[in-house]
C-alpha cells in the first residue's frame, strides 16, 4: 500500500515537471528538471504545515478542510486508505480530542505547482480520560490551485522518538 501510494506521489511530480517543460517549449526529450530552491515556497508551505496543525487542535474543521484538495487521499498510519470525507468525518465525530500536534523537521521540495513535504509530527490526543502520544514520520503532496497550496495526499507512519 505504501509503496502504491509513494509510486502515485512520483508519478504526479514526474507528470508536473515534464508538463511544465513541454510548456516552455522544450522538446519531447524533455528531462524533469530536479527540485529547485523557492525559498518564498518553502516558507508559505512550512507555515502553512504549522497553521493546519493548529486548526487540527482548535478542531476549526471548516477551516481545515478549505486546504484538502478535492480528491485529497490519506493513507494513516495504521495502513487503511482514507478519502476526504472519511477523513473529515472521523475529526468531526469521534469522541476524541488532539491536544497537541508539533510538527517538525519539515523538509520540502518544490516542482513548479506542485511540492513534497516530509517531517516528523508528535500527536498528543485524549479519549476516554487517556491521554496518548504518538510520533509518526509523513510526506505530504501539495499542489498549488488558483495561487493556494493544497494537501492533495499524505502518508504516515508511526515512529517511535
Not at 2 to 29: E, H, Y
Request: glycine share 6%; charged share 25%; proline share 2%.
Amino acid at each position: 500500500m505504501r509503496i502504491i501510494f509513494l509510486a502515485a506521489c512520483l508519478a504526479c511530480v514526474f507528470l508536473a515537471t515534464l508538463r511544465s517543460g513541454w510548456a516552455q517549449g522544450n522538446s519531447s526529450q524533455a528531462t524533469p528538471a530536479p527540485a529547485h530552491t523557492d525559498a518564498s515556497a518553502e516558507g508559505e508551505l512550512k507555515s502553512l504545515e504549522l497553521k493546519l496543525a493548529d486548526l487540527i487542535v482548535r478542531s476549526d474543521w471548516y477551516e481545515y478542510e478549505k486546504y484538502l484538495a478535492a480528491d485529497y487521499t490519506r493513507v494513516a498510519a495504521d495502513g487503511k486508505l482514507e478519502n476526504r470525507d472519511e477523513v473529515m468525518s472521523g475529526f468531526r465525530k469521534g469522541p476524541r480530542k488532539i491536544i497537541v500536534m508539533e510538527p517538525e523537521d519539515l523538509r520540502v521540495r518544490i516542482y513548479g505547482d506542485a511540492a513534497v513535504m516530509q517531517g516528523h509530527v508528535t500527536t498528543s490526543v485524549r479519549e476516554s480520560g487517556h491521554v496518548n502520544t504518538r510520533n509518526e514520520h509523513f510526506t505530504e503532496f501539495f499542489i498549488r490551485q488558483d495561487g493556494q497550496w493544497r494537501v492533495a495526499a499524505e502518508h504516515e507512519t508511526a515512529v517511535g522518538k
